[in-house]
């Protein structure tokens, strides 16, 4: 995953888009950078390595290194970005963000009918940023060279380009699986992944990019380059439940409040069949859980409590080490229990979605460690029974990762993936054989998901808007 923020100013602009880029940091733990334009200095760019310490401390110095009236910085789970390109077009420096499948061919075509190249990282990959302006700068303008790439790609690619005279290009992808926003301000324009950075910024709402759609901002105007007669939208739902920060909006929809009413869709369900009865405590799993339970809690009248608290003083950011067992050994440091609340009580956590399980399966071991009495699970999604091709949510590089997809293999082998609609659905015995199986394995009192329709109510978008892919396989 990714995001990008950029500003088109009468004024120094480079404190503005260091916030705004570091608002993003949520997306991203592998790669930071920012590029600037000034009118004497020209374009700059500085790319650091944000794994082991966030973008905030690795750029706190920018703003002697670098000035300029416009700027645009991307936090990246991936490849180093922005990149400064000069071409036929000119100089300028770009940014992407999304995942693009057909790289290699992409790549294996460009060099066997041109005369290019590309630089090459270890391993003789090549950064699928620089990939990208390589098909742009075959056009003659970069309308064309956008749209060209863009039906080129199979995945996702939504672009962010400033040129070298201080304007910006900014792309929605074709598909519109993320968002990009503008905002406007008396002295120029910015563009987004997350609404709330620019609005920090004092920006106020302007436009939301349709997908596919191009433009190009100066400090004065958005002038439309192109704009598809009929769009095709697919934007991840999964913003909603897990990915998007609580502030965002995506398409009008709140991300906080769609997990609000998220949970108590699940609260509604849950004590409709009587599942609610005997709980003590409802709570979430921190942090992306924890609107999901207050909506359920709320629904269903049992208390909200949090059994326990995250340590966040040396532990303040979403920091994923490559290596999982690190991943799990940090993840339980962070816990420390609220043992009132726990022992001797009947729990329910739920969490924005389970994966591979491995985090959650800890979480619960401990708090029957720390005195629970029963821990009962919810999913704010349904089961994911499909690695994302689109977005790279996940380190996922197998479906069979999954544990949803594990469970149906040790329930019914290879022939049991033929049944993956009827295993989704709690309520056929497939269904309730899969959530039985994950209960015996990880120790749970008791599992429920939230169905795809109840996603999609919470988001309250039609579902043929949403891109569900990793739930049903459908693109």
């Not at 570091?22 to 009118?39: E, I, K, V």
């Not at 987004?192 to 105007?221: C, M, N, R």
């Not at 920060?245 to 849950?270: F, I």
């Not at 149906?408 to 993956?420: K, T, V, W, Y």
Request: net charge negative; hydrophobic share 35%; with cysteine.
């Amino acid at each position: 995953m990714g995001g990008f923020f950029g500003i088109t100013s009468k004024h120094d602009c480079m404190r503005d888009v260091y916030f705004g880029v570091d608002y993003h940091s949520h997306l991203g733990t592998r790669r930071g950078g920012m590029a600037a334009y000034d009118p004497e200095i020209g374009l700059q760019r500085k790319i650091h390595s944000i794994e082991s310490s966030p973008f905030r401390t690795k750029f706190a110095r920018i703003f002697d290194e670098m000035q300029g009236i416009a700027a645009i910085g991307c936090i990246s789970n991936t490849v180093p970005s922005p990149l400064l390109m000069r071409s036929k077009l000119g100089t300028y420096a770009i940014c992407i963000i999304g995942r693009i499948n057909n790289a290699e061919e992409l790549i294996d075509r460009y060099l066997s009918e041109t005369d290019g190249h590309f630089d090459a990282m270890t391993g003789g990959r090549v950064n699928v940023t620089e990939l990208v302006a390589a098909l742009i700068n075959q056009k003659e303008d970069f309308t064309e060279g956008i749209k060209c790439a863009q039906e080129a790609i199979e995945g996702t690619a939504s672009i962010l380009i400033l040129k070298d005279d201080g304007t910006l290009i900014a792309a929605r992808d074709r598909f519109g699986r993320l968002p990009v926003l503008i905002g406007k301000r008396d002295d120029g324009f910015a563009v987004t992944f997350e609404s709330f950075a620019y609005q920090k910024l004092g920006f106020e709402d302007y436009q939301e990019l349709i997908p596919g759609e191009i433009v190009h901002l100066t400090p004065e105007e958005v002038t439309v380059l192109y704009k598809p007669e009929c769009p095709k939208k697919r934007i991840c739902a999964f913003l909603w439940a897990y990915f998007g920060y609580p502030t965002s909006n995506y398409e009008g929809v709140n991300v906080e409040v769609m997990r609000y009413r998220n949970g108590a869709l699940l609260a509604k369900r849950d004590g409709d069949r009587g599942l609610t009865e005997g709980i003590d405590y409802v709570g979430g799993v921190p942090d992306s859980g924890t609107p999901h339970a207050i909506g359920y809690a709320n629904e269903s009248r049992i208390p909200f409590a949090r059994a326990f608290i995250k340590y966040t003083p040396t532990w303040s950011r979403s920091f994923i080490p490559s290596d999982q067992q690190d991943r799990d050994r940090i993840a339980k440091m962070k816990q420390i229990p609220v043992n009132e609340i726990i022992k001797g009580n009947d729990l329910l956590f739920i969490d924005d979605s389970i994966v591979r399980g491995t985090q959650l399966r800890e979480t619960v071991e401990f708090l029957y460690g720390n005195g629970a009495k029963d821990v009962h699970v919810r999913s704010a999604c349904p089961p994911i029974m499909y690695s994302c091709k689109y977005l790279d949510f996940t380190r996922i590089t197998s479906d069979n990762e999954l544990i949803a997809r594990r469970m149906i293999l040790e329930l019914e082998g290879e022939a049991g993936l033929e049944h993956i609609d009827e295993y989704s659905d709690g309520t056929t015995e497939r269904g309730k054989q899969l959530r039985k199986a994950i209960c015996e394995k990880f120790k749970f009192a008791s599992l429920g998901f939230q169905s795809l329709q109840g996603v999609v109510e919470a988001i309250g978008l039609d579902q043929c808007e949403l891109c569900t892919y990793c739930w049903n396989g459908k693109e």
